[in-house]
């Protein structure tokens, strides 16, 4: 069964930074891509990243082009998303997802989320 | 980068069929814009529907399908069921990335 759990969420500042981690099982990790996405409180859903199996492509969202970095450890089955420049609109909850293939970086299986949340 | 629209809301009754549909602010939706489809109920995280316009992924019910329809991605339940109601979203691939559209509220009534 594919297993995706989030952590590193919580509060964080204005122009703060955080790391998240999703840690993957269930499946051969590094055969995957893996995205994030986000959804802030009462809204839709937005794509913000993707990264093939491999880590050497990666793909963002204009929205947080040059402030996030998504990076994978296939040795630790770990998915990253190193946000800087934290701004209010960051807040929300963050999914990591599985894709279907080396090169997928469209969410096929979903984590639970792990909440964002800028404020001062 | 491209806008994606979905209907904001739609009603259908028990056992009854709708269909939403997904466009590009580009132009007509195609293959290459890979549309995906996805289930949200409240306080849930997403679920993946449809992958590639129409494959399905395993939990889908055979009720759902999707397809291309009049320039358009389009998701069609047959036989609505009253645990279909949740919110539904489209996802194309655009430029690079990937783009949401802003949800369609379905209610089964």
Known sequence: EVQLLESGGGLAQPGGSLRLSCAASGFSFSSYGMSWVRQAPGK??????????????????DSVKGRFTVS??????????????????DTAVYYCARGLGPAAIFPYDWGQGTLVTISS | QAVVTQEP???????????LTCGS???????????????????????????????????????????????????????????????YYCLLYSGGRGVFGGGTKLTVL
Do not use: C
């Open chain 1, 44 to 61: 839709g859903l937005e794509w913000v990243s993707g990264i093939f199996s491999g880590g050497g492509n990666t793909y963002y969202a």
């Open chain 1, 72 to 89: 994978r450890d296939n040795s630790r089955n770990t998915l990253y998303l190193q946000m800087y420049g934290l701004r209010g609109d």
């Open chain 2, 9 to 19: 809301s739609l009603t259908v009754s028990p056992g009854g069929t709708v269909t």
């Open chain 2, 25 to 87: 602010s580009s132009g007509a939706v195609t293959s290459g814009h890979y549309p995906y489809w996805f289930q949200q109920k409240p306080g849930q995280a997403p679920r993946t529907l449809i992958h590639d316009i129409s494959d399905k992924h395993s939990w889908t019910p055979a009720r759902f399908s999707g397809s291309l329809l009049g320039g358009k991605a389009a998701l069609t339940l047959s036989g609505a069921q009253p645990e279909d109601e949740a919110e």
